[in-house]
């Protein structure tokens, strides 16, 4: 289903939506300091900060990686269309306000399968002018039908961008590595892998509390190695770009991750735990903070 499932029936949306059950999308939204969240995402939120006080750094530097992803591909590779798979609920710096300000006329396709994502989706549809935005309602587990939906919008004939940005440890490894193996070998040549992953390898005993945090909630979490990271890439051909596959804060960091604008000391004292996130700064991350993996991959 494209963009027109938007003129979906307002209730036929409502029943689609599960806000007894946390749901990925929406968790992250929390740590983002979004609004489009229920108490169930928001209390997943607070037990995986709990279980790791400085989690939050995770999402942020993950989000933070897909703005300076876009910005290099754009703006030093000329790459003109995306594909973001597990795009999540809509926030500040989307992938085509990036991509636009520096090509106005990029194409980008979102795609997710989160009713909660679809009922907000209209803010990734506002493209500028020269531009095109479209949204698929589609399961990442169903790449067929996404490839399918997204050549309505993107010329697959021209080098793509495929954003896989934090979807993939929500993935056993008997349908990840098939999947992604699908959707790069529908891309032509020149085409790029934008890639992050949690890890078990860099701090351990943080993420596999968090970990069981979210299994306890039925969420699928597969952590990868290093190693287990690199096969998305190296086992579909794709040639690595420096720096290779690394802590996400590491991905060539331009140290100018935004700072939000911060409220005044009576009302942030007044916040709990999880709602101070959208406030901090994530210019002071530490290497024993992260537990995320990012790398860009191009296809010959």
């Known amino acids: 289903m494209s963009s027109d499932a938007l003129s979906q029936d307002p209730a036929e949306l409502r029943r689609r939506i599960d806000s007894t059950r946390a749901h990925p999308a929406r968790v992250y939204d929390v740590f983002l300091g979004g609004k489009d969240n229920y108490p169930v995402d928001r209390a997943a939120a607070a037990a995986a900060l ?5 989690g939050y750094l995770d999402v942020r530097h993950n989000r933070d990686f897909l703005r300076r992803a876009v910005n290099e591909l754009a703006g030093q590779e000329g790459i003109r269309q995306f594909l973001d798979i597990g795009t999540g609920l809509p926030t500040a710096e989307n992938v085509h306000q990036i991509a636009q300000r520096i090509i106005p006329d990029a194409r980008v396709v979102y795609v ?7 009922a907000h989706a209209r803010a990734l549809l506002t493209s500028g002018p020269e531009g095109r935005t479209d949204y698929i309602d589609a399961d990442f587990k169903n790449p067929a039908q996404i490839l399918e939906q997204a050549a309505k919008t993107l010329d697959f004939d021209q080098p793509i961008a495929l954003c896989l940005v934090a979807i993939l440890h929500f993935v056993e490894d008997e349908e990840a590595y098939p999947i992604v193996r699908e959707l790069v070998r529908a891309l032509p040549s020149g085409s790029r892998l934008v890639l992050s992953h949690l890890t078990e390898d860099l701090n351990p ?10 299994t306890e909630r039925g969420f699928t979490f597969v952590l990868r190695t290093r190693a287990d ?3 998305f890439f190296t086992e579909n051909s794709l040639r690595l770009v420096e720096p290779g596959v690394v802590p996400v804060h590491h991905w060539r960091a331009d ?10 000391e ?12 959208r406030y901090a700064d994530i210019n002071d991350v530490t290497d024993a903070d992260i537990n995320v993996y990012a790398g860009v991959g191009d296809k010959a």
Request: proline share 11%; no cysteine; hydrophobic share 30%.
């Open 205 to 214: 005993e943080n993420i596999r509390a968090v970990q069981r945090t979210y």
């Open 50 to 54: 709990a279980a790791n006080p400085r």
């Open 229 to 231: 990271v690199e096969r």
């Open 112 to 118: 997710d399968n989160d009713p909660v994502v679809l």
């Open 255 to 264: 140290n100018d991750a935004p700072v939000p604008e911060q409220p005044e």
């Open 266 to 277: 009576s009302y942030l004292g007044g916040l709990d735990d999880i709602e101070k996130v």
